[in-house]
């Protein structure tokens, strides 16, 4: 299973290794990682599983598609290029090693 | 120790009001009931992704087995409570037990409304869906080549509408009213998804009502119209609305208006008791309001825990809900209740389109179809107390971004 890392605003780290298809809203919800809430369940509706994706790993992650970046729009903190809402990144074994941060909102 | 505060029901709004107390440095016991054998999940994807077996029922849970426990939260399962006594603080449960509470904060729900038994509502093969046992006696009898009925052409009835075409099945939808979806939406998105689900070979039959449902045995065969029209069955599906909760407080003299009546800090007419998400008519423009939304329940409880912990502030909400039926994303942000004026705004993909409701020229709510940059800029202008002009809106040229400043 791919571990994941996400890296919280005051510089704490929360690690998980994530069922290969799980998203990662739900795989943050479920380690209780803070301010990825996820609202409507990963339906692409509330923006709230908003992450950034460390720079070295966007190209793997991939871009957001026309919904996705559409949804971008009304995120609580700053949309940076490197933003993703994170309930549309599913759990593959080259995310392994993955490092998410959580913005502070 | 001190009594615990004590949340009746475990749904969205009762995990969302726990784990907002807690957030908050509420140190003492907290108590959270629930009816069910699991822990609570998300009901949403059970008219979706969970009936349809593409979602385990792990998938669905709002918070992991051992937050509870981490977060200093007693969850207590398969547990009813069966009277409630505001003079003396005290809830009675289902094993006779009774609990004294410091607070107590009604997340009851609603549940569904069914079809009266005289007409057959009562019949095997006859299903509503609210709870997880409910999708899982469903689920196996979505099968291709299946006749299916879906008696009530609302949010629930389509969704589940679309997951049985899905299957294969042979799907008629019956809607009393006028148009699907006419409670809740213009008749510019009833026409959307009556094409929607034309084009997946769903028969619709709206403005006809049910007559009655015909049994072989005691299991349903057959579904007979007003207008005479007998539809084949092998399952009805009956999404006519949901009845809230609230018996409990009905019972033990608290007023009820459109659900439990609370004030705008979610409080009772008890000033100790609370009541939150889809059981709760709160004040709202006006008028006693009672939302069916996750939003609603989350926000709602969330605000409530504020409001137990001492905070005035008025709960004050931009309502916003989705629905998803085949590969169309709904997504609706505010409430249309009471529009006098609709524009249609065309979205850049095939397929997707936006309605806009307007009252007395502004802005109340935006259901967007495929068009998620609609339904985000429709929020973001309702969340700011901005309307977007209707000719501007009906203007798939002009730019919304900068329509809201």
């Not at chain 2, 009805?236 to 019972?251: F, K, M, Q, T, Y």
């Amino acid at each position: 299973m791919p571990k994941v890392t996400w890296i919280l605003g005051n510089g704490k780290e929360i690690s998980a290794e994530v069922p290969v298809g799980h998203n990662l809203m739900e795989a943050a919800v479920a380690k209780n990682v803070p301010n990825v809430i996820g609202e409507c369940g990963g339906c692409l509706s509330c923006a709230t599983c908003h992450v950034y994706v460390d720079p070295d790993w966007y190209a793997k992650t991939g871009v957001p598609d026309e919904m996705e970046s559409d949804m971008l729009e009304i995120t609580l903190a700053e949309r940076k290029p490197n933003s993703r809402l994170s309930c549309q990144i599913k759990a593959v074994p080259e995310l392994d090693g993955l490092i998410l941060r959580v913005p502070q909102i | 120790m001190p009594d615990p505060i004590v949340i009746v029901g475990a749904g969205q709004a009762g995990v969302a009001l726990a784990a907002k107390l807690r957030a908050l440095g509420y140190l003492d016991p907290l108590i959270l009931i629930g009816e069910e054998p699991v822990p609570p999940y998300q009901r949403p994807p059970l008219s979706k992704k969970y009936v349809s077996g593409e979602l385990e029922v792990d998938r669905l849970l709002i918070r992991s087995r051992s937050w509870y426990a981490e977060q200093g939260i007693e969850l207590r399962l398969s547990t009813r409570v069966v009277a409630l006594s505001p003079g003396e603080r005290e809830v009675t449960l289902s094993d006779g037990s009774r609990l004294r509470y410091r607070q107590l904060a009604l997340a009851t729900g609603a549940r569904p409304r069914c079809l009266p038994s005289e007409i057959g509502g009562a019949l095997r093969g006859v299903a509503t869906i609210r709870n997880l046992a409910d999708a899982d006696a469903i689920a196996p009898h979505l099968q291709a080549g299946r006749q299916l009925v879906v008696v009530g052409g609302g949010y629930i009835g389509l969704e589940a509408a679309a997951v049985a075409a899905g299957k294969g099945m042979q799907v008629t939808v019956i809607e009393a009213a006028e148009r699907i979806l006419q409670r809740v939406a213009a008749p510019e998105t009833s026409s959307y998804f009556r094409d929607l689900h034309r084009r997946h070979a769903v028969t619709l039959h709206e403005a006809v009502g049910l007559e009655r449902l015909a049994a072989v045995e005691d299991r349903v065969a057959s579904v007979l119209l007003k207008d005479g029209t007998t539809l084949q069955a092998d399952l009805v599906i009956v999404g006519i609305g949901v009845v809230p909760n609230d018996d409990l407080a009905r019972e033990a003299g608290l007023r009820i208006e459109n659900g439990i009546a609370v004030d705008a800090q979610c409080r009772s007419s008890d000033p100790e008791i609370f009541a939150v998400g889809d059981c709760a008519g709160f004040p709202w423009r006006g008028t006693a309001t009672r939302l069916e939304s996750v939003q609603n329940a989350i926000d709602q409880a969330e605000h409530a825990a504020g409001a137990m912990l001492g905070a005035a502030a008025a709960y004050d909400p931009v309502p916003w809900f989705w629905s998803d039926q085949y590969d169309v994303k709904l997504q609706i942000a505010g409430l249309n209740r009471g529009y006098d004026q609709v524009v249609v705004r065309p979205g850049k993909r095939p397929g997707s389109q936006s309605v806009w409701y307007y009252r007395q020229g502004a802005l109340i709510a935006v259901d967007a179809m495929n068009d998620a940059l609609a339904y985000a800029f429709g929020k973001k202008a309702l969340e700011g107390g901005k309307s977007i002009p209707p000719a501007i809106a009906a203007d798939a040229a002009a730019d919304l971004k900068s329509a809201i400043g």
